[in-house]
């Protein structure tokens, strides 16, 4: 979906995509706690190569804004 060869446009159309990606990814609230919830509700869904894909597209979208809940603590406290 948002896989793209960044190498290949200019960096005005770099800038735009990656504006573009940070807004839908602000806009859906896909947090770290958003996966985190996922996880524990349906981990199968969670561990599907789209969604991790995306989590990972999402914490470069939104930075340290993606870090909320339980980021950086162990699963089980």
Do not use: C, H
Not at 3 to 15: A, M, T
Not at 36 to 53: L, T
């Amino acid at each position: 979906m948002n896989d793209i060869n960044y190498g290949d446009l200019s960096s005005d159309i770099q800038k735009t995509v990656q504006q573009m990606l940070k807004a839908e990814a602000e806009q859906s609230n896909r947090t770290w706690s958003f996966y985190e919830k996922m996880r524990r509700e349906d981990p199968r869904k969670y561990r599907e190569p789209r969604i991790q894909e995306q989590m990972v597209r999402d914490y470069k979208a939104l930075g340290e804004k993606f870090e909320d809940g339980s980021f950086g603590k162990d699963w089980d406290q």
